[in-house]
């Protein structure tokens, strides 16, 4: 099989997964209004009920599930506020857009996650509040406690980020040092009624990692963060004002997020509309119409970016060598997402620094494609979800006098991949389900 036909396979297998979780559609799929009723799985709500409606949201893909509730409210909707990141915005016409940083949070979010918290704090029991939350939602509804400060918020995530520290970790601090974060959202809208519509961006689909699960129990203590900062020794990467804060809360000197059993869960509803074993899935009914034999490695791929590339390749060499576990022509499908622990002071993403991974590891082979990609569109600090490699990828960078191990100490994947004209650009897609990586074997 021609690799030009391989690569076209692949985005079109990629492109599959990105369309199965298309925010607006994963809305309307999971709520439905039927005259003045909500129904929204077993759960039933009539809109005659409620002095307002109001709804708020936070993630890259807040707005396009935005845009899904004005749809099916219509009339009955109040006012909203959503905070996204830059550049992920769709028109709407009742609920406002606040467009924010991510990763790493600024004043914008900040001021956003102000307004939010103004427009909740007027709700009362006669209410009813949607709450649209989105991978980056942590980010970008930065709302500092105590006496912490933007500044510190920042400080944190970039030590975090570059650390290797999962997600899961991540948010574990994120949520002791945040205002809204780890339920405090939820305590804030009580006693109104809250919906809570999710889609997911973290491994297993814990609600309470997801943007920091502002509308769930939270699981997490301050122990839990003291014991992060250790692990990754980040004692004098993270500014003295926080730990200081971390080990008040630790002393019982701070109250902690709220827990499975405070009152103001009871009036929520929190359900998932979108997650990467939907995409995943889609992904792999458009191989097999593709004519690929093929498999889901697994939606919970986590750990060291490199390494996990490696394993994904060996699958693909085993493919060739034994038509083990399946026979050629193979499509291997794997979601999650990994981790880099930054050394160099190159540009990249995780997805771009797979793929350069597995281009050094499948060098020669005929007729192998890797491809890994974001679902939100961004890889990184960069304009690319991710990037394609083949057999030939290494020599023709070569060609150019691109040294493939160098870039890869570097972490700089992208300066790697775009003289080659590899990058996989979608642009900001609006959805956010974490990676989807794609090896076929032909």
């Known amino acids: 099989m021609r690799l030009e036909k391989l690569r076209s396979d692949a985005r079109a297998i990629f492109e599959a997964g990105l369309k199965a979780v298309d925010p607006i559609s994963a809305v309307?799929?999971?709520?439905?209004?039927?005259?003045?009723?909500?129904?929204?799985?077993?759960?039933?709500?009539?809109?005659?009920?409620?002095?307002?409606?109001?709804?708020?949201?936070?993630?890259?893909a807040a707005a396009s599930m935005a845009k899904a509730i004005e749809e099916i409210l219509g009339d009955k909707l109040t006012q909203g506020i959503v905070n996204v990141k830059y550049g992920h915005t769709v028109p709407l016409r009742k609920i406002k857009i606040n467009e924010a940083a991510h990763p790493v949070p600024d004043e914008a979010g900040i001021a956003g996650s102000k307004e939010i918290i103004e427009l909740l704090k007027k709700t009362d029991d006669k209410d009813l509040v949607i709450c649209l939350i989105s991978g980056g939602g942590s980010a970008l509804l930065p709302s500092p406690a105590g006496n912490l400060t933007l500044e510190d918020k920042q400080a944190v995530t970039k030590a975090l980020l570059e650390c290797g520290a999962n997600i899961h970790e991540i948010n574990s601090i994120r949520k002791q040092i945040s205002a809204v974060k780890g339920g405090r959202l939820a305590a804030l809208v009580y006693p109104s009624r809250l919906i809570s519509l999710i889609l997911s961006d973290v491994i297993g689909d814990d609600l309470d990692v997801i943007a920091s699960g502002p509308t769930v129990p939270d699981t997490h203590t301050f122990h839990d963060c003291r014991n992060i900062i250790?692990?990754?020794?980040?004692?004098?990467?993270?500014?003295?004002?926080?730990?200081?804060?971390?080990?008040?809360?630790?002393?019982?000197?701070?109250?902690?997020?709220?827990?499975?059993?405070?009152?103001?869960?009871?009036?929520?509803?929190?359900?998932?509309?979108?997650?990467?074993?939907?995409?995943?899935?889609?992904?792999?009914?458009?191989?097999?119409?593709?004519?690929?034999?093929?498999?889901?490695l697994s939606t919970f791929i986590h750990g060291e970016t490199e390494e996990v590339a490696k394993v994904h390749t060996a699958i693909g060499k085993e493919i060739i060598s034994s038509g083990n576990p399946i026979n050629k022509p193979a499509c291997i499908i794997s979601g999650g997402e990994t981790t880099v622990t930054i050394e160099g002071k190159g540009l990249g993403g995780r997805n771009q620094e797979f793929v350069l991974a597995a281009a050094i590891d499948i060098e020669g082979l005929d007729n192998t494609i890797v491809l890994s990609g974001g679902t939100d569109g961004n890889?990184?600090?960069?304009?690319a979800a991710g990037a394609i490699a083949d057999g030939t990828t290494i020599n023709r960078a070569e060609e150019l006098g691109l040294n493939a191990y160098q870039h890869l100490c570097e972490n700089n994947s992208h300066n790697f991949f775009k003289p080659l004209g590899d990058l996989l650009i979608t642009g900001p897609t609006n959805t956010n389900v974490m990676d989807l990586r794609v090896l076929l074997v032909s």
């Open 28 to 60: 309307k799929n999971h709520i439905k209004r039927d005259g003045n009723k909500l129904r929204l799985q077993d759960m039933e709500y009539e809109l005659g009920d409620y002095e307002n409606i109001y709804v708020v949201g936070m993630g890259k």
């Open 230 to 296: 250790q692990k990754y020794k980040l004692d004098e990467r993270v500014p003295k004002r926080v730990i200081e804060y971390i080990e008040k809360g630790c002393n019982g000197e701070i109250e902690d997020t709220p827990k499975a059993d405070s009152p103001v869960f009871e009036r929520t509803q929190n359900t998932i509309v979108g997650s990467n074993i939907i995409a995943v899935n889609a992904a792999k009914e458009k191989a097999e119409k593709l004519g690929y034999n093929s498999i889901i």
């Open 379 to 383: 890889d990184g600090p960069t304009d």
